[in-house]
């Protein structure tokens, strides 16, 4: 008869079996039953909008719906600590960018997630130059104007932003730092709704990632001064970039990446990383990215790591700009 001690060891072995031979079945099967890509943001703003068209591709190639939930509140970061606690198997996703997996660390003292530790990052979907926008009937014609009118009037004007850490929130910090003003700041739960406030004129400015702003600029309903890269956008060639336009030290750039809460097995990783790879090489999806001013990732830049990477390099460099800027949350 077999001592306990024996039992015991029989017993822990077909445990652990059990436990290493599980999640790798569950990984060949995988993706068995729909996916849920958390947005930390309303539906219809830049983060929505690169999920949608992105996922609409990987469902295809992944033979499971992906379904969209926009998860709101505190600059996307409800969302990330959502995501952040999430059961580790693939079927729980986030898109996060900028402000939720970078900026946002400098903001929330208490942040509830780490984004360089507590996520696998998947992949890039796309980067989004920040533009520097206001409501159609603002006093200004170009950007010079438009910062003589704001340093004169920085007590009567207001700024939207998606929630603080946003990257409408910390652009727009950055902007207000350099021209040294602190206008009154209008929170929406993502610029969506905040673009629906520029355009409908309750608001007076904003900076917003390019992929909302495209097709306000070509149906005139909004007037955009100048873009923060160092070229053009091919999808708004006629908008000077902020060099061009008289505020070099406004260099805006953000970026939206696909996340799973950390300890999602790596096969998992790799294959949702190649289905976002294959989107993002289909020419109908990367049409329609593009025509919305996307910089798409292409190689090594869409690797896993260099998204691991960037989110480390992204929350330093935010963090410097904040400080410089002297905002706290
Ligand atoms: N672009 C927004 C931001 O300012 C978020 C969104 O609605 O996608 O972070």
Not at 66 to 95: F, H, K
Not at 102 to 119: G, I, M, R
Not at 229 to 247: C, M, N, Q
Request: aromatic share 6%; proline share 8%.
């Amino acid at each position: 008869m077999p001592s306990f001690k024996v039992f015991a060891g029989v017993f822990a072995s077909v445990i652990s079996l059990g436990l290493s031979t599980l999640p790798a079945a569950a990984q060949a099967d995988y993706p068995s039953r729909s996916i849920t890509l958390i947005v930390p943001f309303a539906a219809g703003g830049p983060t929505d909008v690169v999920s949608r068209i992105v996922g609409d591709h990987m469902s295809r190639t992944l033979g499971q719906t992906i379904v969209i939930e926009n998860t709101l509140g505190a600059g996307g970061t409800m969302a990330g600590a959502r995501a952040r606690d999430a059961t580790p198997d693939g079927y729980t996703l986030i898109t996060g960018h900028m402000g939720t997996h970078a900026a946002s660390v400098a903001l929330y003292p208490n942040l509830k997630y780490n984004p360089s530790t507590d996520f696998e990052p998947i992949g890039m979907i796309a980067g989004t130059p920040v533009l520097i926008l206001a409501r159609k009937d603002f006093p200004a014609n170009d950007l010079k104007e438009f910062v003589t009118y704001l340093k004169a009037n920085a007590d009567k004007v207001n700024m939207a932003h998606a929630g603080v850490g946003s990257v409408s929130h910390v652009t727009c910090l950055l902007l207000n730092s350099i021209l040294g003003i602190k206008p009154t700041a209008v929170p929406y739960n993502g610029t969506g709704p905040a673009m629906n406030a520029l355009v409908g004129k309750q608001v007076d400015y904003m900076c917003d990632q390019i992929v909302n702003v495209v097709p306000q600029v070509q149906g005139g309903t909004i007037k955009a001064y100048a873009v923060g890269i160092p070229a053009r956008s091919p999808a708004l060639p006629d908008i000077p970039t902020s060099k061009e336009a008289g505020l070099p030290e406004f260099q805006a750039s953000a970026w939206n990446a696909m996340f799973a809460p950390k300890g999602t097995p790596k096969p998992i990783v790799d294959k949702l990383n190649a289905a976002l790879s294959k989107a993002l090489d289909d020419p109908t999806t990367r049409k329609r990215l593009l025509d919305l001013g996307s910089e798409l990732p292409e190689g090594q830049a869409r690797s896993s790591q260099a998204l691991a990477e960037l989110v480390k390099s992204e929350t330093s460099k935010w963090s410097t700009v904040i400080k410089a800027a002297g905002a706290t949350n």
